[in-house]
């Protein structure tokens, strides 16, 4: 069964419009500032994204767009110069970089003042990166909702109080180690004390790995990671990973008819973990102002 990432997305963005308004009566909108270097269309459709929940909670976003042949300094002082408007609540640099500055991506987000760094990639930012949340929102939600008694397997489960209840006996697999999904990922539940496995293109027999996950989590973004025959049965499927395939339509790290009836509960793409990611993102954002009156 898919899990409506959608319907997960509106109720956070319902409960941060109301919160918004509040601010509002006080003179202060959240606003954020996101910095896109270059035309990748997946960056752009993104920032689509950003730009549609703000709009959905009464926020504002700042673009501001560079060429690809921008300068580090230049970017540098681009960044600084928002973390020096107090009209600002949250900064974010839309990776991957061009070009040679893809390699410096993380001193340049690691330039971002913590307070402001919304995306929680900075060593000392208050706030979680966004799709770790999202991906412990989409987790409780299933747990925590009717979805869940439709998987005998998982049945007993409904109704309990605590992630830690759920999670506690559950083998969670993590497909992939990179900066902005795997690892932040990875690294939130190893935090909470739960038993991760963390998947890697150097891992050896990976597939005997996957086949013991109760919840995997695919971060990779290649298709077909995910297959029938390299997971366990009624195992709970997320996918982070998106590639466009030949059909020009976007596509998780599985595919959906492929594992449907073999996974109890899945994420789809588009659809799954992507709206939950922007909202959680649109959470921190909403932080940050608050904090401003404080």
């Not at 459709?45 to 709009?55: F, T």
């Not at 402001?116 to 000392?124: E, I, S």
């Not at 049945?155 to 006996?169: F, I, N, T």
């Amino acid at each position: 069964m898919k899990i409506d990432g959608k319907s997960i997305a509106e109720n956070i963005l319902n409960n941060l419009h109301a919160q918004v308004a509040v601010l509002k009566q006080k003179g202060l909108t959240p606003t954020l500032a996101v910095i896109q270097v270059g035309d990748d269309p997946a960056s752009t459709a993104y920032i689509r994204q950003k730009q549609k929940a703000a709009e959905a909670i009464g926020a504002k976003i700042i673009l501001s767009h560079q060429s690809s042949v921008i300068s580090h300094q230049r970017l540098e002082k681009i960044i600084k110069d928002f973390n020096n408007d107090p009209s600002v609540h949250g900064i974010i640099l839309q990776r991957p970089l061009p070009g040679p500055l893809a390699g410096q991506s993380t001193s340049l987000c690691r330039a971002i003042l913590p307070a402001k760094d919304v995306d929680g990639f900075h060593p000392n930012s208050p706030y979680p990166v966004p799709v770790a949340s999202a991906i412990i929102k989409i987790i409780e939600h299933v747990f925590h909702s009717s979805l869940i008694t439709h998987s005998p397997r998982c049945a007993c489960e409904a109704g309990h109080s605590s992630l830690d209840d759920v999670l506690g006996g559950k083998h969670i697999v993590v497909i992939g180690r990179g900066d902005t999904a795997g690892k932040p990922i990875a690294d939130m539940f190893m935090k909470k004390g739960y038993t991760v496995s963390v998947v890697h293109s150097q891992t050896p027999h990976p597939d005997a790995i996957t086949k013991t996950a109760d919840i995997l989590i695919s971060c990779v973004g290649k298709p077909n990671v995910v297959r029938r025959d390299n997971i366990k049965k009624g195992a709970i499927l997320i996918s982070v990973g998106i590639t466009r395939g030949s059909d020009g339509k976007l596509h998780g790290d599985y595919e959906e008819d492929q594992i449907k009836d073999h996974a109890s509960l899945y994420t789809p793409t588009p659809g799954g973990v992507g709206p939950v990611n922007v909202a959680c993102l649109m959470k921190n954002l909403v932080q940050a102002a608050t904090k401003v009156l404080l």
